[in-house]
């Protein structure tokens, strides 16, 4: 039979998978030699199996029977005793804190006989009847599940016929009066007496700190944290100390450093003459930890000297629970407390500056979503009430005028305006105005949506789904729920890490940590930024995968170098063919014979050239993998509805070009399922010359770069393969144009070329490709879905909040890797691949890039790189010296 109780002596901070977090660390502290009052701890198996029976398991009570009695035999007293009691809190304390989400009852012991002798022990009559009213009214409710609202009006009834405010207006006689009415209120609303039998009161609170487990705030607060649902909580039986004992007791909480900032320094609060729960329910003002100093000097040294102990012991910030009783101190909690980003950071860099940890550890204790808070700029306070509130899904502070369509957008930006790009949702075409916008708010969409995708890539405030509103594109308006009318041109605050949309312009508190990382501002007067300076270059030491970006733009390319990519991982060919360009797409799809064809693209030749010796001129010497174009033709056709209409216009008025030409066009390529259609390596076997010109380009810009003097570093990469033929054909054509551009410069410039494994078939055929394919990259989303058989566009908001609170994942597939699933392919992928080329270079381009869980995972299979949207880098470079260094031996959740 497993050991189910262990006393406070038997265990260590290393046990909290079964003695919870509370319980690891109250026997750490006992261990330690601190002065933490005597108790033990049932384990968080024994609540699993209750908690699968709902009974206790076997052996339980004799457990706790025999722990009971070398308690009593340790202080003296019997549980609930007539003269002098000992009384017990019973506490819960799973694994990871979950503070205030489930059951804690103190004073377990008292009954009508033993409140004397809790009088006559404390020389204290009200002490005495203010703790039985507290055990009556908590009991009644934690575990006979009376309604709190009876106690509540009771003690309001009270004090009013007394005619004080405050509970410290009520005597020992008001309070023995009132604890007669608590035990009325527990016999009417739960059909039994308030047990008088010490025992029975133990076991009830014991089962019932179990069955807290399942309690909804504490599931929504596991949902939100992360924690799995399995877990259970463990129970600590602790004999109670007294802070209410008068002026010379009291009770606080304190922490070893601020968790706000991470200041050196002791912060807490403290309150004379109270017991542990006031403190929380702020029902008296608290005052500042330091004030102790002289109420009780002594006590005051004592803390002081056991939390440099702490912190010496567990080697970070501390956070603590204390008592003082009649001025000797107890010491009733700590645990490595919880922080904000900032404190984070400043806090592993002076604990790694102090000597308590290295480096690695230094690294192991900050994550990458904390890096990337503290990278977005953010509001300063506000009083303002938000006009709209929606999904948080890209972070940051935008403010700017209101713009209804992307045109409009890029004109104004153009103009100098700053620009919210408002829509219902947007689309590709949308693609300019998100770039010209700082923020952009959609009334439709979740998380995944096109605008929340495309934001976060492009590291732009989001809001989506801010359904209350409703927006006329056509008006050029949209209204709030209240009716309130914002018009193009009026200024909206956008808040994309809260989720919240304000009218006219909030403060905005740019980001430091971006000024220094774009080199705007140095590490070295800021404490802050010297510590992200030095985690994140250890990381750069550390980490084995290399960050690249993914990037489009030269513009893009040169903040990606200045963030720390080693290179273009992603180049995508897209916004090439668009704006302007579209209409030589046009005429490319229209061209009646060979020669017109030539000729359109002819004229898009030089434009691909020069976009491509830009980008390789910002990351001159280092990789820059361009991928061939991907999308459908149609997608650079206008709206086949909007055309049928504009063509039977046209017709119907007898005008000259009616444009049936551009409509044929437009229902020829026509797919009904355009994602699993004509699209990458098929389009280069349909239109080879397509992907010829693309080639061209590239090799021309090379030439141009090599021509001057500079290193580039083109890589061509053929997306959507499904099988080896398709890429031996394409790369086939691409080395006779490489070649045949070598002979005209006169310029050998060495290319690689690879392939997109995004399809399972590419994966599962991959050691066949690898003999052509000089490197993979991991097109993770379209490989997402087409493994899920999701696409992704119209699954996100429609059926992934089911799936999510089903448990059907845990987190978004598209946002973390599936491991078991995306994850299988991609290792079977790597093992062909390298051991039918063992150069074989490896990387992942898709969303995952930038994700800490996912860049875990790379690490772990064994990739060479990961790349993502330029402003992840930094928190890449993190994260792949976390994977490095592994994890830390005891989890600070
Ligand atoms: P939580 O996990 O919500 O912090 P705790 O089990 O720590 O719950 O207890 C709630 C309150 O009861 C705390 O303020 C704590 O200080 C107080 N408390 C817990 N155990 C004792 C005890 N043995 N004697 C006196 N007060 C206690
Ligand atoms: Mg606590
Ligand atoms: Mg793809």
Redesign the pocket.
Known sequence: MPKYVYDFAEGNRFMADLLGG?GANLAEMSVMGLPV?P?FTITTEACRAYLATGAAPDGLAAEVSEHLHRLELSLGRKLGQVDEPLL??V???ARF??????D?V?DIGLTDDSVAGLAAWSGDERLAWDSYRRLVQMFGTTVLGVDAGYFAAALRDAKQAKGVDGDLGLDAGDLRALTARFKDIVREHAGREFPQDPREQLDLAIASVFSSWHTDRARTYRRAEHIPDDLGTAV?V??????NLGDDSG?G?AFTRDPATGAPGVYGDYLPNA??????AGIRNTLPLHRLADLQPRAYQQLMDIMRTLEGHYHDLCDI???IERRKL?M??TRVGKRTAAAAFRIADALREEGLIDADEALRRVTGAQLAQLMFPRFGDTERAPIATGVAASPGAAVGEVVFDSATAVQRAEQGAAVILVRRETNPDDLDGLIHARGVLTSRGGKTSHAAVVARGLGRTCVCGAESLTIDTEARRFTTADGTIVAEGDVISVDGTAGAVYLGELDVVPSPVVDYFEGRRPADRDDLLRAVDRIVRHADRRGRLEVRANADTAEDAHRARLLGAKGIGLCRTEHMFLGDRRVLVERLILAADDAARKDALAALLPLQRADFTRILEEMDGLPVTIRLLDPPLHEFLPDRTQLTARVAVAKALGQGDTQEDLLRAVDRLHEQNPMLGTRGVRLGLVIPELYDLQVRAIAEAAVARVRAGGTPRAEIMIPLVGDARELEIVAGRARAVLASVAAESGVDVPHEIGTMIELPRAALTAGRIATTARFFSFGTNDLTQTVWGFSRDDVEGSFFPVYLAEGVFTASPFETIDREGVGTLIDIAVHEGRAARPDLELGVCGEHGGDPASIRFFHEVGLDYVSCSPFRVPVARLEAGRAAVGNTAVDSR
């Open positions: 509370k009052p108790g017990v809190a506490r819960s304390g804190s979950m503070p205030g989400m489930m804690t103190l600590n602790c004999a109670m100390v007294f802070g009770t909480v017991q542990g729960e006031d403190v929380v629970e204390f008592t107890w009733l909690q």
